[in-house]
């Protein structure tokens, strides 16, 4: 399987990240100082939305791929997860969101992320949430087509080429 963005969820999340921005705005414009500090933390933290999804739109390269040999989400690292070091593959619901998480080995764990990943990885683990997490937004695949073709491949390795069994399910 390979994914791609989807180009019309990626620029709605661009428009909706400019009109954040123009909100925070108003904030530093209408408010008192406290309103003022929320709007210009806005401004900084939506404008960098706006920088990273303009940049996704001119992307056409695969997001993430998925083959008997692992699994590549190139949002976070340029490496394969080959499945020999993956321990699980579960669902992680978050609000409204739906995560595919894979639990990996801690060696291969520590040296898969890198940067922004990496620290979002410590904080998702401070929450109390493990693995390794990927999401369908802004991605032209559902949860659920994707959820189920890791855990196929992943399974075809784990339980040597049997798809049917409990390890990792829903």
């Not at 954040?20 to 960098?48: C, D, E, P, R, Y």
């Not at 706006?50 to 340029?78: C, H, T, W, Y």
Request: glycine share 12%; hydrophobic share 50%; net charge positive.
């Amino acid at each position: 399987m390979v994914v791609y963005r989807s180009l019309p969820k990626t620029a709605g999340l661009l428009l909706l990240a400019f009109v954040l921005v123009g909100a925070s705005g108003w904030m530093i414009s209408a408010g008192g100082l406290f309103q003022q500090v929320v709007g210009v933390v806005g401004v900084l933290f939506f404008g960098f939305g706006v920088f990273i999804l303009g940049r996704q739109l001119l992307r056409r390269e695969p997001v993430i791929e998925v083959n008997s040999a692992g699994m590549r989400d190139v949002r976070l690292s340029k490496q394969v997860v080959p499945w020999t070091v993956v321990r699980g593959v579960r669902q992680v619901n978050l609000q409204k969101q739906r995560f595919v998480a894979l639990d990996l080995e801690p060696t291969f764990e520590r040296g898969y992320l890198a940067g922004a990943s990496r620290v979002m990885q410590r904080i998702n683990q401070g929450a109390g949430w493990a693995g390794v997490h990927v999401s369908t937004s802004a991605l032209a695949v559902s949860f659920d087509q994707l959820y189920d073709t890791i855990l196929r491949e992943w399974q075809a390795v784990a339980l040597g080429d049997d798809p049917v069994g409990g390890a990792g399910g829903r």
